[in-house]
RNA sequence: GCCGCGGUAGCUCAGCUUGGUAGAGCGCCGCCCUGGUAAGGCGGAGGUCCCGGGUUCAAAUCCCGGCCGCGGCUCCA
């Protein structure tokens, strides 16, 4: 590729090519100002690297010249190839097998360092054409789970010129998810002995002072002067919940005190950075902070490890799909070697204890303390971050927090933050994507439409939502003059797991005509069983269609003539 | 913030190269059909062509600026 590059347009320089998960880049520095590519260019490159004979041709590895070479290149390796140098990071090795297909997805720039601009050409690569054919498969599926298209079809939630980038406005639909996702994270909490509070969402701008985040974070946070005062939008909930520890004295008996908030949070990220509902400006944690002894943390993060592996269970993220990383001591570093070791050490115990594997990523936790990270992977295979737990020395020291301890002694408490969707928004972004906008049932905003077949059995169909509406489901009806497939079709489009069809046969027996996901389907099903299956779907949060496969098994064991397409 | 691309009906998009009557499909509304399982038929309404400025007799179309979005880069406590 540097090599066709180069040949190609000899005032760009071949600068480096790394490989990563989504591809390739490959960087060139414009020897003149306003040498670039454009897609036309593009689509001749690709053509010329799949007909390029570089099989055969030597690749010979010279050590690289120092000099007159930009900073960022010194730990990159340098190739000759026909004549023309080359470079590779470390990590991906040199081969002159023939690439049976390419295709550059992206022409950008790429600055690495604030005055040097780069070329970058970012593409896929594989042996053969049917090889980069799936692969354009795979992203047309990504492309139609993304999150956004779903939101908008399903009417979840929209953005406006008006209100301003990364502000999500949440339409009714949208509201029932954020909420069966909050209900959710609170049983937890009220399992783990969170207490929940409220918190304003603007503060004098002392109190971030007092945190640090003024000075560490100020460009990222939203400031505004009234009456000669500065305020600030708060950027993260733990100064409002160190306020409530200090708000009286503390014993070692009152200790551990746990408080937990849904709290919003405004981030001014840069523009470019924003997407969809994965990043925002301001969004909700689910957020949670402990205020411990040091001999209690050990305890405290096993309890939280295990509602964490509970919930991304709940989803289906388990096993082999979900990761944890131990994030230890960095060089910078606040506090003493000792408080960290121990820390680090209650996580390691906590995690061994549980059985569960994890990584130590070693120097890579934040300043003010070691942390766990969850990952897991999502019916794409894709993997997110985002459960955390830190543990924090910097906080407690700032707002110097203090208890009594049994001696009459003052100790400092340990304060751990803990997250376990992280921003309700993202998460939510997260599980559209990985179930394509079929939610399960205790998810989806409608759970079960009533479908008419004919008009006169509206008075029926009308008697069938209330029986499930007085049950507490979420159910609507669909029953204007169009035809019974249209619909269905409706339905399926909006992703309403449940369908109940109605048409002169149920309403002379009673009964009803039960439709899920995967055109599964069965007859003459006796209305109160069917609410007292799906209500015990819906509590167990189940992610499969429990109450369907009850009664195709059901109707399998009896001799009525039912049917399943 | 940087590079590139884009913004036309509620939605998806065509028209823009070459300036001169604003288009399609879906959705919506009405009528017909009273339906048995993933788009029944016919008709109708619906537009500040993102905003502002410029060029021109004339701008959705060409030029400049802004806003918003998209794909990357950088960033993500």
Redesign the pocket.
């Known amino acids: 590729m540097q090599y066709c590059v180069s040949k190609m347009n000899e005032q760009l320089k071949p600068l480096g090519c790394s490989i990563d998960d989504r591809g390739f880049?490959c960087d060139f520095q414009p020897l003149k100002p306003g040498v670039?590519l454009?897609e036309k260019k593009a689509s001749e490159i690709e053509k010329k690297v799949v007909e390029v004979e570089i099989e055969g041709v030597t690749i010979e590895k010279v050590p690289s010249e120092s000099e007159g070479l930009p900073k960022l290149l010194e730990r990159t390796a340098m190739y000759i190839v026909n004549g023309v140098k080359a470079f590779l990071e470390p990590s991906v090795r040199p081969s002159n097998k023939k690439v049976g297909a390419l295709k550059i997805?992206?022409?950008?720039?790429?600055?690495?360092e604030p005055e040097v601009?780069l070329l970058?050409l970012?593409g896929v690569a594989f042996g053969s054409q049917e090889e980069l054919e799936s692969y354009f498969a795979w992203l047309r599926e990504a492309a139609e789970r993304d999150h956004?298209v779903i939101g908008?079809k399903l009417d979840l939630f929209s953005?406006h010129?008006e209100v301003?980038?990364?502000l999500v406005i949440y339409h009714p639909k949208g509201q029932v998810i954020r909420e069966e996702l909050i209900r959710m994270i609170r049983e937890v909490n009220e399992r783990l002995g969170y207490r929940e509070v409220y918190t304003p969402h603007v503060y004098r701008s002392v109190l971030w002072k007092i945190s640090g985040?003024y000075y560490?974070?100020r460009d990222?946070?939203v400031l505004a002067n009234v009456e000669d005062e500065e305020y600030g939008l708060k950027?993260?909930n733990c100064p409002g919940h160190i306020l409530i520890y200090k708000s009286r004295p503390r014993s070692y008996r009152d200790l551990p005190l746990k408080l937990s908030e849904f709290g919003t949070v405004y981030?001014w990220?840069?523009?470019?950075?924003?997407?969809?509902l994965l990043?925002v400006r301001g969004f909700t944690q689910d957020d949670g902070h402990a205020f411990l002894r040091e001999d209690q943390v050990k305890d405290e993060i096993k309890a939280i490890l295990k509602e964490v592996m509970y919930v991304l269970g709940l989803f289906g993220f388990r096993g082999e799909g979900v990761k944890v990383y131990l994030s230890t001591r960095p060089e910078k570093y606040i506090g003493t070697e000792e408080m960290w070791d121990k820390a680090t050490r209650a996580l390691e115990e906590a995690l061994k204890e549980l059985g569960i594997p994890y990584e130590v990523r070693e120097g890579e936790g934040?300043f003010y303390g070691p942390k766990i990270d969850v990952h897991f992977r999502d019916s794409l295979g894709r993997w997110w971050q985002c459960s955390t737990i830190?543990v924090d020395f910097a906080l407690p020291e700032r707002f110097a927090l203090e208890y009594t301890d049994r001696d009459g002694s003052k100790k400092r408490p340990v304060m751990i933050h803990r997250a376990i969707l992280g921003s309700v928004e993202r998460f939510m972004a997260i599980i559209l994507e990985n179930f394509g906008g079929r939610l399960p049932t205790w998810l989806s905003p409608v759970q079960v439409r009533v479908i008419t077949?004919?008009?006169?059995v509206r008075d029926y169909a009308a008697r069938i939502v209330n029986l499930l509406k007085s049950e507490g489901i979420r159910v609507d009806i669909d029953d204007g003059?169009?035809?019974?497939?249209?619909k269905?079709?409706r339905a399926?489009?909006e992703a309403v797991p449940y369908m109940i069809?109605v048409?002169?046969?149920?309403a002379m027996q009673g009964t009803i005509?039960v439709?899920g996901?995967?055109?599964l389907?069965v007859?003459d099903v006796n209305p109160e069983l069917f609410v007292r299956l799906l209500k015990d779907e819906i509590a167990k949060r189940s992610i499969k269609q429990e109450a369907l496969e009850k009664l195709v098994e059901l109707q399998q064991h009896s001799s009525k003539g039912n049917q399943s397409?």
Not at 105 to 112: F, G, K, Q, V
Not at 503 to 506: A, K, Q, T, V
């Open positions: 880049h670039w454009d997805l992206n022409i950008s720039a790429h600055n690495p601009r970058r970012s956004r908008q953005f010129e301003g980038p990364g985040h560490l974070y990222k946070m950027p993260m981030r990220e840069k523009r470019g950075e924003l997407y969809g990043r934040a830190q077949m004919v008009s006169k003059d169009e035809t019974v497939s249209r269905i079709k399926y489009d069809i048409g002169m046969r149920e005509t439709r996901r995967r055109n389907q007859k397409f």
